[in-house]
C-alpha cells in the first residue's frame, strides 16, 4: 500500500516532512475532501474526459481548489475555484509552469513523489494573505499503467488560528498573558543547555505576593485579579528582553534570568522589584500597600537541574517570608531544610484553603444488628497537587499549630451540613452526619453561634448534625466543655464523645454533660480477638454507657470477629473498612440508594 507523507509547512513557506501513514488514515484525519471526490477514480480508468465527469456538479459545489495533472505533469481538470484563483483557465498547460509557482496550490516536490505511487499531504502558508492551506495530492491509476495526480486544496485558516489560540492558552496563564509553569520550564531547560555550553550562569527568582490573601478577602477576587495583573506588568518591566518571567499559579511568579555573570546580577533585579512595591498599586480607588518576598537560586551553584533550582529558589523564597517579608534571600545549603519544608507545607495548606483542594469523605455508621446505615462521619482530605490524596495525620496537627485548624474546621461542617441537606432534598432519608472538631474549634468562644450559623445557612435540622469532641479535649477543661456542649445541645444538635477510654474521664463527668453519645477507640477494638483486657474493657464501656442512657459507637471494626464480639456485647453502632472505607459524597450517596423514598 502506498503511504502518504506528512508535511507541515513552516513560516518559510517550505514544506517539512514529519511522518508517514497509509492514505486510509489520512482521509479520517480531517481530509474527508479526499474521499469526497474518489468516484474520479473510476471515471478515469474507463478513459473518460475529466471534464464530463458526473462528480462536476459536485465538485463545483466544493469551496476549495481541485485539479487532476496527467503523469506528463500536463493539467486534465480545474475546478471553478481554481480557475479564479489563477486568473484564467490551464487546462493542457504543464502544472509546474501554472500552478507550482503558486505555492499556496502546491510546491514543486508533491508531483514526484505521487507519481511514485505516494499520496502527500501538507500544510502552506501563503506570505501575501497569510492564509493557511491544506493539501492533498494522491495517485490516480489510469489504463495503460499511467497515473494521474489528483490534488485537493483548503483554506485552513480559521482551524489554524483557532490552534494557535488553544495552544497560546495551554502555555500561557489566562488572567495575565504571562507564561505558565510548563512553557516556563520550557524555557528554563533550554537556557539551562545553553549555559552549560557557554559556561555561563543563570538565576531563578521565585516570587511570592505577601498578604495576597487579604485583598481577595477585604475587596474580593476581581480586585485580586486586578493586582496580579499589574504585579505582572511591573516584573515585565525589571527584566531584560530575553529574560522571562512566568506565572506558576496563585500570586507566585517566577523570573529566569539569562546570561548573568555574578548572583550580584540576580540581586540588583531582585531590588528593583522589590523598590517597584514601594508604590503601593491603585485598586478600585484605593491604595493597596503590597510587598513581595523573593527566593534566589543560582546555576550552577545551586544545582545544574530545573526542577532542583525551581525547589531551592521556594525555599529560599520562605525563607525570606521568615525574615519579615519584603526581602529577597539567596538559597543557602545551611538553611533549616526541615524547618522550610514545613513553612512549604504550611504555605501549601494556606494556598489549598483559597483554590478548594480540600475534599469531605464519607465512612457510614451501621446498625450493629441491622447493618442498616443510620449515620455517616465527616472526614477532611487533602487533594495535594503533587502528593495525591493526603489523609488527616498529614496535615492535620500541621493545621493545628499554626492555626489553620480553625477555617479548615469550619469548611468541613458547612460542606458536611450542606451535603446532608442535599442528600435529604434528594429523597434519601435522613441520617445523622457526625463532624469532628479540633480543640481550638471547640474553645472558640463564638462557636455556638458559628454552628447556628451553618445549619440556618445550609437549611439542615439540627437533629441531623451530631458533634463529636476527643476525650482529651473534654477532659482539658471540665466546666468549659460542659458550658459549650449544653449550649450545643440547646440548639437540638447531638454531642459525641470520640476516642473514649484513651484518657481518664470520670464517670461522674459523663453523668453532667450532655453527651448522646460516646465512641470506643480504635485501639480498643483492634484487640478485640487476641487481648482479653481489649475485651474487658469494651463490655465495660459498653455497659457503662448504657446505664448512662448513652448510646455506643465502635469504630475501627475490621473483621467479622469483631463484629460479633461487639455484637454479643449489645453496642449500638460500627464503623470500619469492613463495612466502608471513607468515600467521597458521589459514592456515598451510592451506599444509600436503598434508603431513597419513593
Known amino acids: 500500500m502506498p503511504k502518504a507523507a506528512d508535511s507541515v509547512h513552516h513560516h518559510d513557506t517550505s514544506p517539512r516532512c514529519l511522518q508517514e501513514h497509509s492514505p486510509s488514515l489520512a482521509r479520517t484525519e480531517g481530509w474527508p475532501l479526499l474521499h469526497a471526490v474518489s468516484p474520479v477514480m473510476p471515471f478515469l480508468e474507463e478513459g473518460a474526459s475529466p471534464d464530463k465527469l458526473p462528480f462536476r456538479s459536485m465538485v463545483e459545489r466544493f469551496e476549495g481548489l481541485i485539479y487532476l495533472c496527467s503523469s506528463d505533469f500536463r493539467i486534465e481538470f480545474m475546478n471553478d475555484q481554481l480557475i479564479r484563483k489563477i486568473g484564467r483557465d490551464a487546462?493542457?498547460?504543464?502544472?509546474?509552469?501554472?500552478?507550482?509557482?503558486?505555492?499556496?496550490?502546491?510546491?514543486?516536490?508533491?508531483?514526484?513523489?505521487?507519481?511514485?505511487?505516494?499520496?502527500?499531504?501538507?500544510?502552506?502558508?501563503?506570505?501575501?494573505?497569510?492564509?493557511?492551506?491544506?493539501?492533498?495530492?494522491?495517485?490516480?491509476?489510469?489504463?495503460?499503467?499511467?497515473?494521474?495526480?489528483?490534488?485537493?486544496?483548503?483554506?485552513?485558516?480559521?482551524?489554524?488560528?483557532?490552534?494557535?489560540?488553544?495552544?497560546?492558552?495551554?502555555?500561557?496563564?489566562?488572567?495575565?498573558?504571562?507564561?505558565?509553569?510548563?512553557?516556563?520550564?520550557?524555557?528554563?531547560?533550554?537556557?539551562?543547555?545553553?549555559?552549560?555550553?557557554?559556561?555561563?550562569?543563570?538565576?531563578?527568582?521565585?516570587?511570592?505576593?505577601?498578604?495576597?490573601?487579604?485583598?481577595?478577602?477585604?475587596?474580593?477576587?476581581?480586585?485580586?485579579?486586578?493586582?496580579?495583573?499589574?504585579?505582572?506588568?511591573?516584573?515585565?518591566?525589571?527584566?531584560?528582553?530575553?529574560?522571562?518571567?512566568?506565572?506558576?499559579?496563585?500570586?507566585?511568579?517566577?523570573?529566569?534570568?539569562?546570561?548573568?555573570?555574578?548572583?550580584?546580577?540576580?540581586?540588583?533585579?531582585?531590588?528593583?522589584?522589590?523598590?517597584?512595591?514601594?508604590?503601593?498599586?491603585?485598586?478600585?480607588?484605593?491604595?493597596?500597600?503590597?510587598?513581595?518576598?523573593?527566593?534566589?537560586?543560582?546555576?550552577?551553584?545551586?544545582?545544574?537541574?530545573?526542577?532542583?533550582?525551581?525547589?531551592?529558589?521556594?525555599?529560599?523564597?520562605?525563607?525570606?517570608?521568615?525574615?519579615?517579608?519584603?526581602?529577597?534571600?539567596?538559597?543557602?545549603?545551611?538553611?533549616?531544610?526541615?524547618?522550610?519544608?514545613?513553612?512549604?507545607?504550611?504555605?501549601?495548606?494556606?494556598?489549598?484553603?483559597?483554590?478548594?483542594?480540600?475534599?469531605?469523605?464519607?465512612?457510614?455508621?451501621?446498625?450493629?444488628?441491622?447493618?442498616?446505615?443510620?449515620?455517616?462521619?465527616?472526614?477532611?482530605?487533602?487533594?495535594?497537587?503533587?502528593?495525591?490524596?493526603?489523609?488527616?495525620?498529614?496535615?492535620?496537627?500541621?493545621?493545628?499549630?499554626?492555626?489553620?485548624?480553625?477555617?479548615?474546621?469550619?469548611?468541613?461542617?458547612?460542606?458536611?451540613?450542606?451535603?446532608?441537606?442535599?442528600?435529604?432534598?434528594a429523597g434519601y432519608e435522613p441520617v445523622c452526619i457526625t463532624v469532628n472538631l479540633s480543640e481550638r474549634q471547640f474553645r472558640q468562644p463564638d462557636f455556638p453561634e458559628i454552628v447556628a450559623h451553618v445549619l440556618r445557612d445550609t437549611g439542615l435540622d439540627a437533629e441531623f448534625l451530631e458533634i463529636e469532641i476527643s476525650e482529651t479535649t473534654a477532659m482539658d477543661n471540665v466546666e468549659n466543655t460542659l458550658s459549650l456542649l449544653q449550649k450545643l445541645t440547646d440548639l437540638g444538635i447531638r454531642c459525641s464523645l470520640d476516642d473514649f477510654g484513651t484518657a481518664s474521664s470520670s464517670v461522674r463527668f459523663l453523668k453532667r454533660s450532655p453527651f448522646n453519645s460516646l465512641k470506643i477507640d480504635q485501639s480498643i477494638i483492634k484487640g478485640l480477638t487476641t487481648n482479653p483486657d481489649d475485651q474487658a474493657v469494651a463490655s465495660a464501656i459498653i455497659a457503662m454507657a448504657h446505664n448512662l442512657e448513652l448510646t455506643v459507637v465502635a469504630e475501627g471494626v475490621e473483621t467479622e470477629e469483631h463484629l460479633s464480639f461487639l455484637l454479643f456485647s449489645r453496642c449500638d453502632a460500627v464503623q470500619g473498612y469492613l463495612f466502608s472505607k471513607p468515600l467521597p459524597a458521589e459514592k456515598f450517596q451510592n451506599l444509600l440508594s436503598p434508603m431513597r423514598r419513593s
Open 91 to 425: 487546462t493542457g498547460e504543464l502544472c509546474y509552469q501554472a500552478l507550482h509557482k503558486r505555492e499556496t496550490v502546491c510546491p514543486g516536490c508533491a508531483g514526484a513523489k505521487v507519481f511514485k505511487g505516494e499520496s502527500v499531504r501538507w500544510e502552506v502558508r501563503d506570505p501575501k494573505s497569510n492564509r493557511w492551506y491544506s493539501v492533498v495530492s494522491t495517485p490516480v491509476p489510469r489504463p495503460g499503467g499511467t497515473t494521474s495526480q489528483q490534488t485537493i486544496i483548503e483554506d485552513i485558516t480559521e482551524r489554524k488560528v483557532l490552534e494557535e489560540r488553544i495552544t497560546h492558552q495551554a502555555y500561557h496563564d489566562i488572567l495575565t498573558g504571562l507564561p505558565n509553569r510548563m512553557l516556563f520550564m520550557e524555557h528554563l531547560n533550554r537556557a539551562l543547555l545553553q549555559a552549560r555550553r557557554e559556561e555561563s550562569r543563570l538565576a531563578l527568582l521565585f516570587l511570592d505576593l505577601d498578604h495576597f490573601k487579604y485583598v481577595n478577602d477585604t475587596l474580593g477576587h476581581t480586585a485580586g485579579d486586578l493586582l496580579l495583573k499589574e504585579t505582572a506588568g511591573r516584573l515585565k518591566a525589571c527584566i531584560r528582553e530575553y529574560d522571562t518571567v512566568a506565572r506558576i499559579g496563585g500570586d507566585e511568579f517566577v523570573i529566569l534570568l539569562s546570561r548573568i555573570s555574578h548572583g550580584e546580577d540576580a540581586s540588583r533585579i531582585a531590588e528593583k522589584i522589590l523598590s517597584l512595591f514601594r508604590k503601593p498599586p491603585m485598586i478600585d480607588g484605593r491604595e493597596f500597600p503590597v510587598t513581595a518576598s523573593i527566593g534566589i537560586s543560582v546555576f550552577p551553584d545551586d544545582s545544574e537541574y530545573g526542577e532542583t533550582l525551581m525547589k531551592n529558589a521556594d525555599i529560599a523564597m520562605y525563607h525570606a517570608k521568615e525574615r519579615g517579608r519584603n526581602n529577597f534571600q539567596f538559597f543557602d545549603p545551611g538553611m533549616n531544610i526541615r524547618s522550610i519544608e514545613r513553612m512549604i507545607l504550611e504555605n501549601s495548606l494556606r494556598r489549598t484553603l483559597e483554590r478548594g483542594d480540600l475534599v469531605v469523605y464519607y465512612q457510614p455508621q451501621l446498625d450493629t444488628v441491622t447493618r442498616r446505615i443510620i449515620g455517616s462521619e465527616a472526614l477532611v482530605r487533602w487533594r495535594h497537587p503533587e502528593a495525591g490524596l493526603l489523609d488527616p495525620l498529614h496535615f492535620i496537627p500541621l493545621a493545628v499549630e499554626t492555626g489553620l485548624i480553625i477555617p479548615i474546621d469550619e469548611w468541613v461542617l458547612r460542606t458536611a451540613c450542606a451535603q446532608n441537606k442535599a442528600w435529604q432534598e
